[in-house]
T-cell receptor
């Protein structure tokens, strides 16, 4: 599982509140990614990081921001949660070309 | 950017028969094509992958084929077993950052 953990694993929040999800890797892989998974859409890239303080947008980045202050941690923030952001969020790292995913965070925005 | 289409969205197969899932991609520069298996409530797990300089790769009961000219690749599972029931995703990477674009998934059900 490439030593990836995510926290929290489940969260219920209200519309308009900020939410931060954490991804932690035990290995020193340069690339880390945040995806969301929704029925009928597969997994879609939100943001990714190619090093400490180096991040870029994916295809569904609106309403999300990320930060990477340490190699091992990649944070995803929903600035003001909306019901459309109810989803399962997966973090991943990349070893050469291979992606390895964390266990996921199930987020419900009421 | 890359676009990956996957078919079928659902597939039911008798135990012991073969299953085939097909994907097409849009960008001819894509060079890496993994397949993931996701069981209910679990994370996607890499099961097999292939690079653009290889036409076919096999690992026990699973195999992947790639046709670069047609821009499509397929997953083949032989002698299917109940534990093969899951959702399968194809994907393709593009660019120096190797961003991974996924298909929409195939729910495979093995009928005992």
């Amino acid at each position: 599982d490439a030593g990836i953990t995510q926290s929290p694993r489940h969260k219920v929040t209200e519309t308009g509140t900020p939410v931060t999800l954490r991804c932690h890797q035990t290995e020193n892989h340069r690339y880390m990614y945040w995806y969301r998974q929704d029925p009928g859409h597969g997994l879609r890239l939100i943001h990714y990081s190619y090093g400490v303080k180096d991040t870029d947008k994916g295809e569904v980045s609106d309403g999300y921001s990320v930060s990477r202050s340490k190699t091992e941690d990649f944070l995803l923030t929903l600035e003001s949660a909306t019901s459309s952001q109810t989803s399962v969020y997966f973090c991943a790292n990349r070893q050469e070309s291979r992606y390895y995913f964390g266990p996921g965070t199930r987020l419900l925005v009421l | 950017g890359e676009n990956v289409e996957q078919h079928p969205s659902t597939l039911s197969v008798q135990e012991g028969d073969s299953a085939v899932i097909k994907c097409t991609y849009s960008d001819s520069a894509s060079n890496y094509f993994p397949w993931y298996k996701q069981e209910l409530g679990k994370r996607p797990q890499l099961i097999i992958d292939i690079r653009s300089n290889v036409g076919e790769k096999k690992d026990q009961r699973i195999a992947v084929t790639l046709n670069k000219t047609a821009k499509h690749f397929s997953l083949h599972i032989t002698e299917t077993q109940p534990e093969d029931s899951a959702v399968y995703f194809c994907a393709a990477t593009l660019g120096s950052d190797e961003k991974l674009t996924f298909g929409t998934g195939t729910r495979l059900t093995i009928i005992p």
